[in-house]
Every structure is written in structure tokens, then in C-alpha cells.
């Protein structure tokens, strides 16, 4: 057992509370909440991990999400418990359409890994608000989410509209939730998202389109573009969106192989040898710039290179691995897995939260869950045969 996994099962260990899993270590208030987002990730590399006492603070953390989703169906974004008094976030300058997504995935996760159908019988009524609430998110009933600027986890950075995580994310949901339902109303609902996802994002699709003019101006590379609008699309390579496709084992293997290759060459030709989040990097020279620059509620973060805007993180990254052990890439995933313990060892395994794609220095805060968790994942899907719901 490598070092880089046991700090990590620590990191998680000093991340845990009695309501569930904190975002960071560090005694900073935003993160020392309870995230939809992070909670359900460090759930995965809790259910990976096989310790009891991690699994049990996961479950805790679902029990806090559901205890506090709101009538609609919205799932918070974090809950704080502070002085016996609870705060309750469904989102900042946008809701966060993902907490929801992820939501259900935990549920389904836990129960699958757990061999508790039980437990997703026991959320059945929350999980079926948040369905028919991403429903009433497409807006024009046509099966793809329309998603606010902010309203996930790049909650600074310039995608809105239809946005290709977001679909994914879904995606993943109702297929974890399906394994259980079998219904067939959700099998022809995915079917329709997924068929919707292969007309509007990748290329040289004869169906029928949602923006016919945009699309056919896109030039198209080796990845899936991030996100459209009714303003047209933005073709920056989302590394998170391109790794849930390939996990998800959304279209051709010919194509996969292309999104395969350009993202490890990317990851390969950079000093950190992981992915961006998003690439390339927007300057202030960029028509895009304007957007990024006012789209933060207290300090501006996305510096070229950094946060979103072209920064590595361990988390993200993880993801990638996932996706190409799943593919059986061993060498490349081992790759990818050797280059996230390096970055999570900066500084006496301090693991931060992003890093400056060029420089290597670090950004955002110390300590980050969901930085351990990422080496988790792997370590456990290469050693032990871990698997998830997909």
C-alpha cells in the first residue's frame, strides 16, 4: 500500500463529521460544510476504501442532503453546522443544478456497493423530486438540461446552456437509479438524453439539431465541446465532461479512442502530466474574457492556467483514470495515477486544491477532500477491483 493512499485514507478520516464528509481539513468556513458534489465523490473513495467508518460517514452525508432537500426537489449545495444552528445553501450567485445529479448517484452507489436496495427504496420519494425537477429543467421538453452560468461545479468559468456535464451527470443518475427501478419509462428517458447528447455534441451527426446554424460552424476536434447556447458553442475541452462520456461509454469506440488520445497527450505534454479542467486557457485577449472576469461572487480566481480556467486538478483527474482503467487502458490510467499522488504529495501531501497547469504552483485551499479521494479511486479500482455503478 503506497504512502499516497494511506495519507489519502487519512485526509478523508479528518475530512469526516458527525453530519458527513467536510470539504477540506482546514478550518476555513465554506469548507467545513457538507457538499453534495465533494460529499458523494469522497463517498465513492469511502465505498472504494472498504473502511467501515468512512462508508458510515457517507451514509451520513446522504442522510444530511436528503434531510434538508428543499420541497421542490433542489438538493443543497452544502449544509454548515455551526453553534447549534444549521445553514442551509442551494446554491450561490446560481443554483447547482449537479448537486442534484449527484445526489442520486450517491444513493444509488452506496446501495449498490452496500447491497442495500433498501436504502434507495427508503429515498425513493426524494429521488423522484429531483427526477421530475431535472425534467422541468429542460425547459422546451426536448431532453436536454438547460443549465444557468454557474450552475455546477465550474461555478466560475463561462459555461451555460446546454452543458455537457450536466447531461452526462444525468445520464449516470438515472442509470444508477434504473438498476434498481428497471423501469421502462427511465430506460426510454435515457435513451432519448443519450441520443439527443450524440446529435448536439459530436461530430458529423446527420440528426436532427437543436442550434443547426452552430453546429455546423463548430470545428470539431478530437473531444466533445463543453457547451452550447442560443449564442452558439464553446469548444474548449471539458476534462471532466470528456472522461464521464468515456465511463459512461457514450459514443463510438472509434471516436472514444480519439478522446482517449487527445486527452493523454494533453495530460503528457504538461508538467504536472494531468488534465486542465478546461483547455485552452482564456486570456484577456479573448472575446470570452469579459464573462469569465464578472462571473465571481468575492475574489476573481481564474487566472490563465489556474482555478477552471486551464488549472489541474487531482479530483478531475481521477475521473480520467476511472475512465480509462474501464476502458482497460492499464498503462495510461497507472500514468495518470502516479501524476496525481506526485501533486497531492506537494508540500508535505498538502493536497491543494487545483494547480497552475505551467507553473506547478499550487491554488485554492490545502487539504481538499476530494484531492485525496481521487487517489482512492484509483488505487482501489487497480489493486482491488473496485467497481461503480455505471
Not at 252 to 278: H, M, N, R, V, W
Not at 349 to 377: D, H, M, Q
Not at 382 to 389: E, P
Request: negative net charge; proline residues 3%; aromatic residues 16%.
Amino acid at each position: 500500500m503506497s504512502e499516497a493512499y494511506k495519507k489519502s485514507i487519512d485526509l478523508l478520516f479528518k475530512c469526516s463529521s458527525s453530519e458527513g464528509f467536510l470539504a477540506s481539513a482546514q478550518d476555513i468556513s465554506n469548507y467545513k460544510r457538507v457538499w453534495a458534489r465533494d460529499g458523494v465523490i469522497c463517498g465513492l473513495a469511502a465505498l472504494a476504501s472498504q473502511d467501515e467508518e468512512l462508508i458510515s460517514t457517507f451514509k451520513k452525508t446522504l442522510e444530511t442532503l436528503s434531510n434538508h432537500q428543499h420541497e421542490v426537489g433542489t438538493v443543497p449545495s452544502n449544509v454548515g453546522f455551526q453553534n447549534n444552528s444549521v445553514d442551509v445553501s442551494y446554491g450561490g450567485l446560481a443554483g447547482r443544478v449537479d448537486a442534484v445529479t449527484w445526489y442520486i448517484i450517491g444513493i444509488c452507489q452506496y446501495a449498490y456497493n452496500q447491497s442495500k436496495p433498501e436504502f434507495v427504496e427508503k429515498y425513493k420519494t426524494n429521488i423522484n423530486k429531483c427526477i421530475s425537477l431535472l425534467d422541468a429543467w429542460e425547459f422546451n421538453n426536448k431532453h436536454l438540461l438547460y443549465v444557468p452560468l454557474s450552475g455546477n461545479w465550474a461555478d466560475e468559468y463561462i459555461t451555460d446552456g446546454y452543458v455537457l456535464y450536466d447531461q452526462l451527470l444525468r445520464v449516470w443518475a438515472l442509470k444508477s437509479y434504473n438498476y434498481f427501478k428497471k423501469s421502462e419509462e427511465l430506460s426510454n428517458k435515457i435513451e432519448k438524453i443519450i441520443s439527443q447528447i450524440e446529435a448536439n455534441f459530436f461530430p458529423d451527426s446527420e440528426e436532427e439539431k437543436f442550434h443547426e446554424r452552430a453546429y455546423n460552424e463548430v470545428k470539431f476536434d478530437r473531444y466533445l465541446p463543453c457547451s452550447f447556447s442560443p449564442s452558439g458553442y464553446r469548444t474548449q475541452f471539458d476534462a471532466f465532461a470528456n472522461s464521464l462520456a468515456l465511463l459512461l461509454n457514450i459514443g463510438d469506440s472509434a471516436f472514444q479512442e480519439k478522446q482517449i488520445e487527445y486527452a493523454f497527450d494533453l495530460a503528457s505534454s504538461t508538467k504536472l502530466g494531468l488534465l486542465p479542467a478546461f483547455w485552452p486557457p482564456i486570456f484577456q485577449t479573448d472575446e470570452e474574457w469579459s464573462l469569465l472576469k464578472n462571473n465571481c461572487k468575492y475574489e476573481f480566481r481564474n487566472f490563465p492556467n489556474e482555478f477552471h480556467n486551464g488549472g489541474s486538478w487531482s479530483m478531475v483527474n481521477g475521473f480520467f483514470g476511472l475512465a480509462l482503467y474501464n476502458k482497460h487502458k492499464i498503462q495510461k490510467a497507472d500514468f495518470i495515477l502516479e501524476r496525481i499522488n506526485l501533486t497531492n504529495e506537494i508540500e508535505a501531501f498538502s493536497f491543494y486544491e487545483n494547480f497552475n497547469t505551467k507553473t506547478r504552483e499550487p491554488n485554492g485551499v490545502k487539504y481538499c477532500a476530494w484531492s485525496g479521494a481521487a487517489t482512492i479511486l484509483l488505487h482501489q479500482t487497480r489493486f482491488n477491483d473496485f467497481k461503480i455503478l455505471v
